[in-house]
């Protein structure tokens, strides 16, 4: 922050165990009482060390301004969202994503913004491309949001993320590399093509799981049966 945007920010960090001797407690480094904090952490899968961050910033005397990770993982939340939207609604506080999983190795997101704006007048923020609320998409029912994103999906090219295929190629030489996705099978010959197209002979397979229409199995699940 300080190279880049000349922002001095205090900043600090909870220890897994408080201390009795030294700066004692829980958290190092700045002074929080009466401060709104933003917490940062790598990933969230269910979100539980995140709440315990912030009850332990709450017990200190700060509020919690906002929540950033490195990468969303897309995990599966205890009903039909996904951890990340669950804990931003819980806690009442924003969680922002620098990168997401999705985009790791395909511009899914920000072509799917681009090309339902482009075909339908509607701009869907990164924040709530996975959101079914109808009102987000600008229809009636979700229903016909998922017609219309099918459609996307179905008709438009992903380029790859760039260096992606590199990276990957790379990998594929001492491990065996599988595609897990939250698209359902009906996007499966679309899905296979770019694969195919993009990354020919890197993947062993690809699994869907369909939890972008509902499934209950995560790509979590699906990466822990493989091994």
Wanted: aromatic share 8%; with cysteine.
């Amino acid at each position: 922050l300080w190279l880049h945007h000349g922002i001095n920010a205090k900043w600090g960090y909870n220890r897994k165990e408080a201390e009795t001797h030294g700066e004692g407690g829980n958290l190092v480094g700045a002074t929080v009482k009466g401060k709104a904090a933003w917490v940062l952490d790598d990933v969230i899968t269910a979100g539980t060390a995140m709440r315990e961050v912030v009850e332990i910033l709450e017990q200190a005397g700060a509020s919690v301004a906002g929540i950033i990770v490195a990468l969303d993982r897309k995990e599966k939340g205890l009903a039909e969202h996904s951890a990340i939207q669950e804990l931003a609604a819980n806690l009442n506080v924003p969680v922002l994503a620098l990168v997401d999983i999705d985009d790791v190795i395909f511009k899914t997101v920000a072509i799917c913004q681009s090309e339902y704006e482009k075909r339908y007048g509607v701009f869907v923020p990164a924040s709530e491309c996975y959101s079914k609320d109808p009102v987000v998409w600008g229809v009636g029912d979700y229903p016909e949001a998922a017609k219309r994103l099918y459609e996307i999906f179905t008709a438009t090219d992903f380029p790859p993320i760039t260096g992606a295929k590199d990276a990957l190629r790379r990998l594929s030489r001492q491990h065996e590399i599988w595609a897990v996705t939250g698209r359902h099978e009906k996007l499966a010959v679309s899905t296979r093509t770019s694969i195919d197209r993009y990354f020919s002979g890197i993947f062993a397979g690809i699994k869907f799981t369909g939890f972008l229409d509902g499934g209950t199995i995560t790509k979590g699940m699906v990466c822990r049966e493989i091994g």
